[in-house]
Protein backbone atom coordinates (compact mmCIF):
# COMPACT_ATOMS: atom_id res chain seq x y z
CA UNK A 1 0.00 0.00 0.00
CA UNK A 2 1.43 3.45 -0.71
CA UNK A 3 1.48 6.21 1.27
CA UNK A 4 -1.30 7.79 -1.10
CA UNK A 5 -3.14 4.76 -0.26
CA UNK A 6 -2.97 4.40 3.71
CA UNK A 7 -4.10 8.28 4.09
CA UNK A 8 -8.09 7.48 4.11
CA UNK A 9 -7.40 4.45 6.36
CA UNK A 10 -5.42 6.77 8.84
CA UNK A 11 -8.14 9.25 8.76
CA UNK A 12 -11.01 6.41 8.88
CA UNK A 13 -8.90 5.22 12.26
CA UNK A 14 -8.86 8.86 13.76
CA UNK A 15 -12.47 9.72 13.74
CA UNK A 16 -13.59 6.69 15.47
CA UNK A 17 -11.05 7.98 18.44
CA UNK A 18 -12.70 11.09 17.91
CA UNK A 19 -15.62 10.31 18.41
CA UNK A 20 -14.66 8.24 21.83
CA UNK A 21 -12.97 11.20 22.87
CA UNK A 22 -16.39 13.14 23.11
CA UNK A 23 -18.35 10.68 23.94
CA UNK A 24 -18.56 11.50 27.65
CA UNK A 25 -19.93 14.74 26.57
CA UNK A 26 -22.34 13.82 24.60
CA UNK A 27 -23.37 11.73 27.69
CA UNK A 28 -23.34 14.81 29.93
CA UNK A 29 -25.79 16.69 27.08
CA UNK A 30 -29.16 15.42 28.85
CA UNK A 31 -27.91 16.75 32.15
CA UNK A 32 -26.56 19.56 30.98
CA UNK A 33 -29.69 20.82 29.37
CA UNK A 34 -31.60 20.17 32.76
CA UNK A 35 -28.83 21.89 35.01
CA UNK A 36 -27.60 24.87 33.51
CA UNK A 37 -30.59 26.71 32.67
CA UNK A 38 -31.86 26.40 36.59
CA UNK A 39 -28.11 27.89 37.16
CA UNK A 40 -27.68 30.08 34.26
CA UNK A 41 -30.86 32.27 34.93
CA UNK A 42 -31.15 32.60 38.54
CA UNK A 43 -27.39 33.81 38.27
CA UNK A 44 -28.13 36.36 35.39
CA UNK A 45 -31.53 37.34 37.51
CA UNK A 46 -29.41 37.89 40.79
CA UNK A 47 -26.41 39.81 38.86
CA UNK A 48 -29.46 41.95 36.68
CA UNK A 49 -30.79 43.00 40.22
CA UNK A 50 -27.98 43.80 41.84
CA UNK A 51 -27.58 46.44 39.32
CA UNK A 52 -30.39 48.19 39.42
CA UNK A 53 -32.26 50.54 42.14
CA UNK A 54 -35.27 48.06 42.62
CA UNK A 55 -37.15 48.97 45.88
CA UNK A 56 -41.15 47.98 47.30
CA UNK A 57 -42.02 50.91 45.00
CA UNK A 58 -39.96 49.55 41.59
CA UNK A 59 -42.15 46.24 42.47
CA UNK A 60 -45.37 47.47 42.72
CA UNK A 61 -45.16 49.69 39.91
CA UNK A 62 -44.96 53.36 41.61
CA UNK A 63 -41.83 53.99 40.23
CA UNK A 64 -39.42 53.06 37.10
CA UNK A 65 -36.69 50.71 37.88
CA UNK A 66 -33.60 52.58 36.99
CA UNK A 67 -30.24 50.73 36.08
CA UNK A 68 -27.49 52.40 38.86
CA UNK A 69 -24.31 50.83 37.81
CA UNK A 70 -22.13 49.50 40.93
CA UNK A 71 -23.54 51.64 43.32
CA UNK A 72 -25.45 48.96 45.38
CA UNK A 73 -22.01 47.58 45.71
CA UNK A 74 -20.42 50.59 46.52
CA UNK A 75 -23.02 50.66 49.12
CA UNK A 76 -21.75 47.53 50.33
CA UNK A 77 -18.46 47.95 50.21
CA UNK A 78 -18.98 51.22 52.45
CA UNK A 79 -20.90 49.76 55.21
CA UNK A 80 -19.09 48.81 58.46
CA UNK A 81 -22.00 45.94 59.32
CA UNK A 82 -20.99 44.29 56.22
CA UNK A 83 -17.26 43.94 56.91
CA UNK A 84 -18.09 43.01 60.44
CA UNK A 85 -20.59 40.09 59.13
CA UNK A 86 -18.07 38.67 56.46
CA UNK A 87 -15.60 38.80 58.96
CA UNK A 88 -18.09 36.61 61.65
CA UNK A 89 -19.64 34.49 58.63
CA UNK A 90 -16.00 33.63 57.31
CA UNK A 91 -14.99 32.66 60.63
CA UNK A 92 -17.97 30.51 61.60
CA UNK A 93 -17.76 28.63 58.34
CA UNK A 94 -14.12 28.07 58.82
CA UNK A 95 -14.73 26.80 62.34
CA UNK A 96 -17.74 24.53 60.81
CA UNK A 97 -15.70 23.17 58.34
CA UNK A 98 -12.51 21.82 60.88
CA UNK A 99 -15.06 20.12 63.40
CA UNK A 100 -17.17 18.64 61.09
CA UNK A 101 -14.37 16.67 59.09
CA UNK A 102 -12.88 16.25 61.98
CA UNK A 103 -15.87 14.19 63.66
CA UNK A 104 -16.90 12.46 59.98
CA UNK A 105 -13.12 11.22 59.55
CA UNK A 106 -12.98 10.06 63.19
CA UNK A 107 -16.95 8.36 62.94
CA UNK A 108 -15.46 7.05 59.28
CA UNK A 109 -12.26 4.91 60.85
CA UNK A 110 -14.42 4.05 63.37
CA UNK A 111 -16.84 2.65 61.26
CA UNK A 112 -13.87 0.34 60.28
CA UNK A 113 -12.56 -0.69 63.58
CA UNK A 114 -16.26 -1.43 65.28
CA UNK A 115 -18.38 -4.67 64.84
CA UNK A 116 -20.42 -5.01 61.74
CA UNK A 117 -23.57 -4.44 63.89
CA UNK A 118 -22.52 -1.65 65.64
CA UNK A 119 -21.68 0.09 62.69
CA UNK A 120 -24.86 -0.63 61.01
CA UNK A 121 -26.32 1.32 64.45
CA UNK A 122 -23.84 4.61 63.90
CA UNK A 123 -24.13 4.90 60.20
CA UNK A 124 -28.84 4.76 61.26
CA UNK A 125 -28.17 7.30 63.31
CA UNK A 126 -26.18 8.92 61.38
CA UNK A 127 -28.23 8.75 58.49
CA UNK A 128 -31.60 10.25 60.71
CA UNK A 129 -29.36 13.21 61.28
CA UNK A 130 -29.03 13.88 57.58
CA UNK A 131 -32.11 12.99 56.90
CA UNK A 132 -33.91 15.38 59.16
CA UNK A 133 -34.74 18.38 57.88
CA UNK A 134 -32.76 22.10 59.05
CA UNK A 135 -35.70 23.14 60.44
CA UNK A 136 -37.20 20.47 62.22
CA UNK A 137 -33.59 19.54 63.48
CA UNK A 138 -33.37 23.38 64.80
CA UNK A 139 -36.64 23.44 66.46
CA UNK A 140 -35.39 20.60 68.25
CA UNK A 141 -32.56 21.20 69.50
CA UNK A 142 -33.93 24.99 70.36
CA UNK A 143 -36.51 22.91 73.09
CA UNK A 144 -33.54 20.36 74.53
CA UNK A 145 -31.84 23.91 75.21
CA UNK A 146 -34.86 25.82 76.08
CA UNK A 147 -34.43 28.52 79.08
CA UNK A 148 -37.26 27.11 81.30
CA UNK A 149 -38.16 23.87 79.91
CA UNK A 150 -35.21 22.91 78.14
CA UNK A 151 -33.43 19.08 79.15
CA UNK A 152 -29.88 20.09 78.95
CA UNK A 153 -30.65 23.38 81.46
CA UNK A 154 -32.50 20.70 83.88
CA UNK A 155 -29.30 17.71 83.86
CA UNK A 156 -27.01 20.93 83.99
CA UNK A 157 -28.83 22.66 87.00
CA UNK A 158 -28.51 25.90 84.82
CA UNK A 159 -32.85 26.73 85.11
CA UNK A 160 -33.24 30.42 83.37
CA UNK A 161 -29.46 30.29 80.92
CA UNK A 162 -30.67 31.49 77.83
CA UNK A 163 -27.84 29.93 75.60
CA UNK A 164 -28.75 32.64 72.83
CA UNK A 165 -27.87 35.70 74.42
CA UNK A 166 -24.19 35.88 74.53
CA UNK A 167 -22.97 36.38 70.99
CA UNK A 168 -20.12 33.19 71.08
CA UNK A 169 -22.72 30.66 72.91
CA UNK A 170 -25.59 31.39 70.13
CA UNK A 171 -22.94 30.72 67.35
CA UNK A 172 -21.58 27.70 69.06
CA UNK A 173 -25.37 26.49 70.04
CA UNK A 174 -25.55 26.63 66.12
CA UNK A 175 -22.46 25.47 65.05
CA UNK A 176 -23.33 22.24 67.12
CA UNK A 177 -26.76 21.97 65.14
CA UNK A 178 -24.69 22.44 61.64
CA UNK A 179 -22.15 19.45 62.64
CA UNK A 180 -24.81 17.64 63.77
CA UNK A 181 -26.51 17.83 60.02
CA UNK A 182 -23.30 17.93 57.91
CA UNK A 183 -21.19 15.22 59.72
CA UNK A 184 -23.22 12.43 58.08
CA UNK A 185 -22.16 13.40 54.58
CA UNK A 186 -18.62 13.65 55.32
CA UNK A 187 -18.24 10.45 57.44
CA UNK A 188 -19.80 8.19 54.72
CA UNK A 189 -17.99 9.55 52.08
CA UNK A 190 -14.75 9.29 54.02
CA UNK A 191 -15.73 5.56 54.72
CA UNK A 192 -16.82 5.15 51.18
CA UNK A 193 -13.00 5.77 50.41
CA UNK A 194 -11.59 4.02 52.81
CA UNK A 195 -12.63 0.53 52.04
CA UNK A 196 -12.06 1.57 48.20
CA UNK A 197 -8.51 1.81 48.90
CA UNK A 198 -6.18 -1.61 48.22
CA UNK A 199 -5.43 -3.65 51.52
CA UNK A 200 -2.03 -4.94 50.65
CA UNK A 201 -0.81 -0.81 50.96
CA UNK A 202 -2.10 -0.60 54.10
CA UNK A 203 -0.77 -4.28 55.41
CA UNK A 204 2.46 -2.93 53.85
CA UNK A 205 2.65 -0.13 56.41
CA UNK A 206 1.82 -2.67 59.24
CA UNK A 207 4.36 -4.13 58.12
CA UNK A 208 7.11 -1.46 57.86
CA UNK A 209 6.11 -0.76 61.54
CA UNK A 210 3.42 2.21 61.24
CA UNK A 211 1.78 2.11 64.15
CA UNK A 212 -2.88 3.36 63.71
CA UNK A 213 -1.69 6.85 63.59
CA UNK A 214 1.14 6.85 61.30
CA UNK A 215 -0.53 4.66 59.11
CA UNK A 216 -3.45 7.01 59.03
CA UNK A 217 -1.56 10.18 58.35
CA UNK A 218 1.10 8.66 56.36
CA UNK A 219 -1.29 6.19 54.41
CA UNK A 220 -4.76 6.42 54.52
CA UNK A 221 -4.94 10.27 54.10
CA UNK A 222 -2.53 11.13 50.80
CA UNK A 223 -4.52 7.93 48.97
CA UNK A 224 -7.93 10.11 49.81
CA UNK A 225 -6.93 13.66 49.17
CA UNK A 226 -9.42 13.54 45.84
CA UNK A 227 -12.32 11.97 48.36
CA UNK A 228 -11.30 14.92 51.39
CA UNK A 229 -11.21 17.26 48.22
CA UNK A 230 -14.80 16.52 47.46
CA UNK A 231 -16.09 17.12 51.22
CA UNK A 232 -14.11 20.07 51.75
CA UNK A 233 -15.68 22.14 48.83
CA UNK A 234 -18.73 20.57 49.61
CA UNK A 235 -18.44 21.51 52.94
CA UNK A 236 -16.90 25.08 52.69
CA UNK A 237 -19.97 25.79 50.42
CA UNK A 238 -23.01 24.34 52.62
CA UNK A 239 -21.45 26.36 55.81
CA UNK A 240 -20.61 29.85 53.96
CA UNK A 241 -23.88 30.24 53.36
CA UNK A 242 -25.69 28.56 56.28
CA UNK A 243 -29.15 30.42 56.44
CA UNK A 244 -32.09 28.11 58.28
CA UNK A 245 -30.21 27.49 61.48
CA UNK A 246 -29.31 31.12 62.14
CA UNK A 247 -32.58 32.52 61.36
CA UNK A 248 -34.94 29.93 63.26
CA UNK A 249 -32.31 29.35 66.77
CA UNK A 250 -31.01 32.92 67.08
CA UNK A 251 -34.76 34.83 65.64
CA UNK A 252 -33.23 36.49 62.71
CA UNK A 253 -29.59 37.11 63.52
CA UNK A 254 -29.47 37.55 67.59
CA UNK A 255 -29.91 40.79 69.89
CA UNK A 256 -28.95 43.59 67.63
CA UNK A 257 -27.88 40.79 64.89
CA UNK A 258 -24.61 40.08 66.93
CA UNK A 259 -25.04 36.49 64.87
CA UNK A 260 -25.46 37.58 61.55
CA UNK A 261 -24.05 35.67 58.96
CA UNK A 262 -23.86 37.20 54.99
CA UNK A 263 -26.88 34.75 53.71
CA UNK A 264 -29.44 36.09 56.77
CA UNK A 265 -27.34 39.76 56.12
CA UNK A 266 -28.64 39.10 52.60
CA UNK A 267 -32.37 38.27 53.61
CA UNK A 268 -32.70 41.41 56.05
CA UNK A 269 -31.91 44.03 53.57
CA UNK A 270 -33.65 42.07 50.20
CA UNK A 271 -36.81 41.32 52.08
CA UNK A 272 -37.36 42.72 55.49
CA UNK A 273 -36.26 46.30 54.36
CA UNK A 274 -37.26 45.73 50.15
CA UNK A 275 -33.95 46.84 48.99
CA UNK A 276 -33.86 43.99 46.75
CA UNK A 277 -30.89 45.39 44.72
CA UNK A 278 -28.40 45.48 47.95
CA UNK A 279 -29.73 41.87 49.06
CA UNK A 280 -28.47 40.70 44.98
CA UNK A 281 -25.72 42.36 45.49
CA UNK A 282 -24.74 40.44 48.67
CA UNK A 283 -25.44 37.54 46.57
CA UNK A 284 -23.27 38.28 44.27
CA UNK A 285 -20.51 38.68 46.53
CA UNK A 286 -21.42 35.82 48.37
CA UNK A 287 -21.16 33.26 45.03
CA UNK A 288 -17.80 35.13 43.47
CA UNK A 289 -15.95 34.12 47.31
CA UNK A 290 -17.10 30.96 46.79
CA UNK A 291 -15.84 30.69 43.52
CA UNK A 292 -12.68 32.16 44.09
CA UNK A 293 -12.63 29.74 47.40
CA UNK A 294 -13.16 27.01 45.48
CA UNK A 295 -10.40 27.49 42.40
CA UNK A 296 -7.53 28.07 45.32
CA UNK A 297 -8.08 24.98 46.44
CA UNK A 298 -8.26 23.09 43.31
CA UNK A 299 -5.45 25.14 42.18
CA UNK A 300 -3.52 24.04 45.49
CA UNK A 301 -4.23 20.13 44.60
CA UNK A 302 -3.19 20.35 41.44
CA UNK A 303 -0.38 21.85 42.28
CA UNK A 304 0.21 19.20 44.78
CA UNK A 305 0.15 16.19 41.91
CA UNK A 306 -3.35 15.30 42.87
CA UNK A 307 -5.64 13.94 39.91
CA UNK A 308 -8.77 15.51 40.02
Do not use: C
Amino acid sequence: MTAIDAGPAVAGRARPRTRRQFAPLWMLLPAAAVLVPLFVYPIYQLGLLSVLDFRQAQVSGGQPTRFIGLDNYAELMSAPKFWSVLWATVVFAAALVVVTLAVGAALAVLLTKVSRWAAIALSLAAMAAWAAPAMTGSTVWMFLFDTNLGLVNRVLGWEGHNWTYERFSAFALVGAVVVWHSFPFVMVTLYAGIKALPEQVLEAAQLDGAGPWRSFWSVTVPMLRPVIAIVVIQSIIWDFKIFTQIYVMTNGGGIAGQNLTLNVYAYQQAFASSEYGLGSAIGVVMMLILLAVTLVYLRMLRRSGEPL
